[in-house]
T-cell receptor, first 109, second 116 residues
């Protein structure tokens, strides 16, 4: 079966750094996505990795290791507005996205 | 531009009744998708369409049907609603659906459906 695992909830302090991990087992791999979803809103695209390594985009970075079936999303200089759920998704051999259940990130002042 | 719109925003439906959730995009994307999101679970694909005139089944298609008469619209129909279809439904679209590059999916605001 196909499986995406990420922690259910994490807590971090404003101004700090947090790393959200995602491990996956899928039938095929055609890229990994991270989305942000604020409560009651739609998911919005954050990052895409298809090759191993780190992709940096402002305060957010995403890392991929295909051999380990592993990715992380790194958020720096945390702000209160970063309180949200972060969804990891893998595009499988059928080019469909398989989604993790999401990690709820709570930012404390 | 509006991007993707969905209607209604929320709905309470009696079990056994039918309902159509509407989705319209103005980005001229070829591919469109319907997902449901339930607490503690990841988004699950119901149906998709890679281009106007074609549709495909996702992970959880039972009890749902779709049509794609044109590029912009992708309605989702529940023929006879059951309480297990209580969920938040998201429509999404992407440029190609064929996996070229990132082919990022963009989401509508969602429809919150309660079946009693």
């Amino acid at each position: 079966g196909q499986n995406i695992d990420q922690p259910t909830e994490m807590t971090a302090t404003e101004g700090a750094i947090v790393q959200i991990n995602c491990t996956y087992q899928t039938s095929g791999f055609n890229g990994l996505f991270w989305y942000q979803q604020h409560a009651g809103e739609a998911p919005t695209f954050l990052s895409y990795n298809v090759l191993d390594g780190l992709e940096e985009k402002g305060r957010f970075s995403s890392f991929l290791s295909r051999s380990k079936g592993y990715s992380y999303l790194l958020l720096k200089e945390l702000q209160m507005k970063d309180s949200a759920s972060y969804l990891c998704a893998v595009r499988d051999s059928n080019y469909q996205l398989i989604w993790g259940a999401g990690t709820k990130l709570i930012i404390k002042p | 531009t509006a991007g993707i719109t969905q209607a209604p925003t929320s709905q309470i439906l009696a079990a056994g009744r039918s309902m159509t959730l509407r989705c319209t995009q103005d980005m001229r994307h070829n591919a469109m998708y319907w997902y449901r999101q339930d607490l503690g679970l990841g988004l699950r694909l119901i149906h998709y369409s890679n281009t106007a005139g074609t549709t495909g089944k996702g992970e959880v298609p039972d009890g749902y049907s779709v049509s794609r008469a044109n590029t912009d619209d992708f309605p989702l129909t529940l023929a006879s609603a059951v309480p297990s279809q209580t969920s938040v439904y998201f429509c999404a679209s992407s440029d190609t659906g064929g996996g070229a590059g990132a082919d990022t999916q963009y989401f509508g605001p969602g429809t919150r459906l309660t079946v009693l």
